[in-house]
């Protein structure tokens, strides 16, 4: 039975609450989730993903209310913006409640809040009752699993089921908003984008990679195992004209169009979508994918930096090595 796929919301129930590892979908990536009050099962999500002790985790809940059985105070920013965002991708980062295993939250004051907005995620949390921890259903540092067959190639029959909700909707991880701060820090861009949450609650900050050392922010997070480069668009024909590449099997993912003619026999052009919601949806898959073919590297040439677009070149930062 260990890692089935599956559709059935009863069994994914009683391994729960007997202390399983589930791994569930949720409209950004899949996630490999356990009972949040049960600290032997949330150990055991640490072990299947490898993770440091050190990188806290999300917990998932049903609804709004829940939120106060795992946060100290909800503030009314906290409030504007789930009426317009949740469930949906953006996690709330507020001050824990006192009971909250020190797991999760990796020792911190503070824990990650996120109603997911997937329908069978939704309905199981709603027949668990309780809050689900959950990271990306991917080892630590690998690429974040948007189909569960993908949770299945990385993490096989560690889990002890494996929910099958489909390809995911937005395919990259929610933004983490830390609003324990003020102005509330944009912790990681998501599909929620910047310009949506101070529509809302007004400016906000960004958080500065080079300032501070939350784990999740650890850059060769998300990455592939065939080296990757971003280089950016208007420098790529000159890049791959050059002689050092040319024994090399090259991917280039890229939202240009193929040039007419490609001097390189070993380049393989694959184009990306034009448009940045569904760029998101595949870009997961396409690294996967170029993961899975006989290259030596992967060439990513980064989206505008606007939106979504944002949180699209954040994963491909992290994902790459120094742009040339
Ligand atoms: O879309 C998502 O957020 C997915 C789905 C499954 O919900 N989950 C996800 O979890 O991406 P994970 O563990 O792969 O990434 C969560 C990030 C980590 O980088 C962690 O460091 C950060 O959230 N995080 C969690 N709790 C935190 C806290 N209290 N303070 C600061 N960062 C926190
Ligand atoms: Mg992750």
């Given at each position: ?69 795992w ?25 824990k409640?006192?009971?909250v295993?020190?797991?999760?939250t990796?020792?911190?004051?503070t824990i990650g ?212």
């Amino acid at each position: 039975m260990s890692g089935q796929i599956s559709q059935d919301l009863n069994l994914a129930v009683e391994i729960l609450r007997a202390g399983g590892v589930v791994a569930v979908p949720t409209e950004t990536v899949y996630g490999l989730a356990a009972d949040a009050s049960n600290p032997e099962a949330v150990k055991r999500i640490f072990e299947i993903k490898c993770r440091p002790a050190s990188n806290p985790l999300i917990v998932h809940v049903a609804e709004l209310n829940a939120l106060e059985n795992w946060a100290t105070t909800i503030p009314q920013i906290a409030t504007q913006l789930a009426a317009r965002f949740s469930p949906g991708p953006l996690t709330y980062i507020l001050p824990k409640k006192s009971h909250v295993e020190e797991m999760i939250t990796a020792g911190k004051s503070t824990i990650g809040l996120r109603i997911p907005q997937h329908p069978l995620t939704l309905e199981l949390l709603q027949m668990f009752g309780g809050g689900l921890a959950a990271p990306s259903a991917n080892r630590f540092t690998r690429v974040s699993p948007t189909s569960a067959i993908d949770v299945q190639s990385d993490l096989g029959d560690q889990v002890d089921l494996i929910l099958d909700g489909g390809r995911c909707e937005i395919g990259i991880e929610s933004t983490i908003l830390d609003l324990t701060q003020s102005p509330p820090v944009v912790l990681r861009h998501g599909a929620v984008s910047q310009e949506e949450i101070e529509q809302v609650i007004g400016p906000v900050s960004t958080f500065n990679r080079a300032a501070t050392a939350s784990p999740g922010q650890s850059k060769l997070h998300y990455s592939t195992q065939t080296p990757m480069v971003r280089v950016e668009g208007e420098s790529l024909s000159v890049f791959l004209r050059n002689e050092n590449l040319k024994p090399k099997k090259i991917a280039v993912l890229t939202q240009e169009p193929a040039p007419k003619r490609l001097d390189n026999p070993n380049v393989t052009w694959l184009q990306l979508p034009g448009d940045e919601r569904e760029l998101a949806r595949e870009i997961y898959k396409r690294f996967r994918d170029c993961d899975c073919g006989d290259y030596d590297l992967i060439v990513v040439t980064p989206a505008a930096e606007s939106g979504i677009g944002r949180a699209i070149n954040d994963r491909i930062h992290r994902a790459s090595r120094d742009s040339i």
